[in-house]
């Protein structure tokens, strides 16, 4: 899929999935193209909506030793993550994780997707 296109958001659609569907997003948000990243935010609120869990791991810094064009070494931190998700209705909680021995610089996190519940959907 590439998630620099709209049709991306049609892959439920096109995989046959009529129900909720779960996406695991294992750095993912992290090495795309940072203008895929909001596509990328769409399809996770469509999974939310479906009934569905979404899950992601991400790296908040850069590696220092490899080189700034290397695309398997973009990072987002975990502020940028939240603040590109909150106006699509997304709230993420994040957990650090355990780092591999080369990977403690980078500050890897896992990350779980909830929609936001507004309040009027609280109410009777």
């Given amino acids: ?11 439920p659609r096109d995989a ?3 129900g909720a569907f779960d996406l695991v997003a294992d750095h993912v948000l ?6 895929a990243v909001p ?5 996770i609120r469509m999974a939310l909506r479906s009934g569905g869990t979404v899950l992601a791991t991400c790296h908040a810094r850069r590696d220092p030793d490899r080189p ?5 070494n973009r990072f987002l931190p975990h502020e940028r993550l939240r603040r590109l998700a909150a106006p699509l209705g997304l709230d993420v909680e994040i957990t650090p994780l355990a780092p591999r021995s080369r990977e403690r610089r980078r500050r890897p996190y896992g990350a779980r997707f909830r929609l936001r519940h507004s ?4 109410s009777p």
């Avoid at 596509?39 to 399809?43: S, T």
């Fill in 119 to 122: 309040p009027l959907e609280e």
């Fill in 1 to 11: 899929m590439n998630l620099l296109q709209l049709d991306a958001l049609a892959l």
């Fill in 16 to 18: 046959g999935i009529k």
């Fill in 30 to 35: 992290d090495q795309v193209d940072p203008q």
């Fill in 68 to 72: 700034d064009a290397d695309p398997t």
């Fill in 39 to 43: 596509q990328a935010l769409r399809l």
